[in-house]
T-cell receptor
């Protein structure tokens, strides 16, 4: 079965500094990978997804992620954090078994310090 | 588009009571998913439908849980009888197409508390 590991349960950065949220995946095949964001008391919103077309994926709100097969990683980055980025972030892999059985990481809580 | 709609947003009930959660997917989407989010287990898929037909219910925790999709615009997740350990946030999501790159769109969730 496929799985994802988010290496940090909590990341804290200052406003205006870079953000790095780490994700490693396990997959026997070419995976599909996603990053979702969940703001407090809200549903999940797709930030970006890897579709095998390009290894560097750009998403909404200035986020991007790079697929590195050799490292089995899909880290999420943003050059400059904004207060509104404070949220929970989930790295997700699509399971092989049928349509879109998403497997979620445990999440990384991002805190932005003023 | 209004997005995925879930109701109620919050539900507080007592152990043993029946609970029904509702979901309206995005119009035109042919896949519907039910997830549960808890602190201990994170986000986990319970069941999903394609064209109103349940395809995989292997994530449903036990027989107390049931889900239906009587038509393309409505689905329910029922818990009977409810137990305190069912307390969680339940999300509904929908997507167009079953490809592994298709995006699932999530509703705001229903926060269930069983006392």
């Amino acid at each position: 079965a496929q799985s994802v590991t988010q290496l940090d349960s909590h990341v804290s950065v200052s406003e205006g500094t870079p953000v790095l949220l780490r994700c490693n995946y396990s997959s026997s095949y070419s995976p599909s990978l996603f990053w979702y964001v969940q703001h407090p008391n809200k549903g999940l919103q797709l930030l970006l997804k890897y579709t095998s077309a390009a290894t560097l994926v750009k998403g909404i709100n200035g986020f991007e992620a790079e697929f590195k097969k050799s490292e089995t990683s899909f880290h999420l980055t943003k050059p400059s954090a904004h207060m509104s980025d404070a949220a929970e972030y989930f790295c997700v892999v699509s399971d092989l078994g049928g349509a879109q059985k998403l497997v979620f990481g445990q999440g990384t809580r991002l805190t932005i310090n003023p | 588009d209004a997005g995925v709609i879930q109701s109620p947003r919050h539900e507080v009930t007592e152990m043993g009571q029946e609970v029904t959660l509702r979901c309206k997917p995005i119009s035109g989407h042919d896949y519907l998913f039910w997830y549960r989010q808890t602190m201990m287990r994170g986000l986990e898929l319970l069941i999903y439908f394609n064209n109103n037909v349940p395809i995989d219910d292997s994530g449903m925790p036990e027989d107390r849980f049931s889900a239906k999709m009587p038509n393309a615009s409505f689905s329910t997740l029922k818990i009977q009888p409810s137990e305190p350990r069912d307390s969680a946030v339940y999300f509904c999501a929908s997507s167009s197409g079953g490809g592994k790159f298709d995006t699932q769109y999530f509703g705001p969730g229903t926060r269930l508390t069983v006392l």
